[in-house]
């Protein structure tokens, strides 16, 4: 049976996305629609990424921005009683970053836009980092969920 919304928003972010231990970088989600999500990351002081001051090095924030996609592509997914495929970063044109890192406890909202979902499984996002009213970074995000993950990952592996 499908989730509502808020029942969805409730769920903790290692029921959204696949991301474990380290490599998990974002800490919930506060909004999302058909088209947006909204959430939250705390930057580390003490984690593998942080630098002799504490802080996270700004080109991290496109895994931020790409976590929240997959939390979007979950959620949506997840309101229809089903669940996300697995997917990829394609890449991005340009990610422009604000500033050189994203200081030791600096509570982070990243923002995400869908801009295309084709059926094939490709999808662009426009994406920003915010703390506080200010903007610390911004992209576009291309991703890819094939329909055959695993075949996917093989044929990536063999070529």
Same mark, same amino acid.
């Given at each position: 049976?499908?989730?509502?919304?808020?029942?969805?928003?409730?769920?903790?972010?290692?029921?959204?996305?696949?991301?474990?231990?380290?490599?998990?970088?974002?800490?919930?989600?506060?909004?999302?629609?058909?088209?947006?999500?909204?959430?939250?990351?705390?930057?580390?002081?003490?984690?593998?990424? /942080?630098? %002799?001051? *504490? !802080?996270?090095? =700004?080109?991290?924030?496109? #895994? @931020?921005?790409?976590?929240?996609?997959?939390?979007?592509?979950?959620?949506?997914?997840?309101?229809?009683?089903?669940?996300?495929?697995?997917?990829?970063?394609?890449?991005?044109?340009?990610?422009?970053?604000?500033?050189? /890192?994203? %200081?030791? *406890? !600096?509570?982070? =909202?990243?923002?995400?836009? #869908? @801009?295309?979902?084709?059926?094939?499984?490709?999808?662009?996002?426009?994406?920003?980092?915010?703390?506080?009213?200010?903007?610390?970074?911004?992209?576009?995000?291309?991703?890819?969920?094939?329909?055959?993950?695993?075949?996917?990952?093989?044929?990536?592996?063999?070529?």
């Amino acid at each position: 049976m499908p989730l509502t919304h808020a029942q969805l928003l409730q769920q903790p972010i290692e029921a959204i996305i696949p991301h474990r231990g380290t490599m998990l970088l974002i800490d919930g989600v506060d909004a999302f629609d058909e088209d947006t999500l909204t959430a939250r990351a705390t930057v580390d002081a003490s984690a593998w990424y /942080a630098d %002799a001051d *504490g !802080a996270m090095p =700004a080109w991290i924030g496109i #895994e @931020l921005m790409a976590q929240a996609i997959a939390a979007h592509v979950a959620l949506l997914a997840m309101r229809g009683g089903g669940r996300a495929r697995p997917g990829v970063l394609l890449g991005s044109r340009s990610y422009k970053a604000l500033q050189p /890192a994203f %200081a030791g *406890g !600096a509570r982070l =909202a990243i923002r995400i836009v #869908e @801009l295309l979902r084709s059926e094939e499984g490709h999808g662009a996002y426009e994406c920003t980092i915010h703390h506080g009213d200010g903007q610390c970074a911004e992209a576009v995000i291309k991703v890819f969920q094939p329909p055959d993950f695993q075949s996917f990952i093989e044929g990536s592996f063999s070529s």
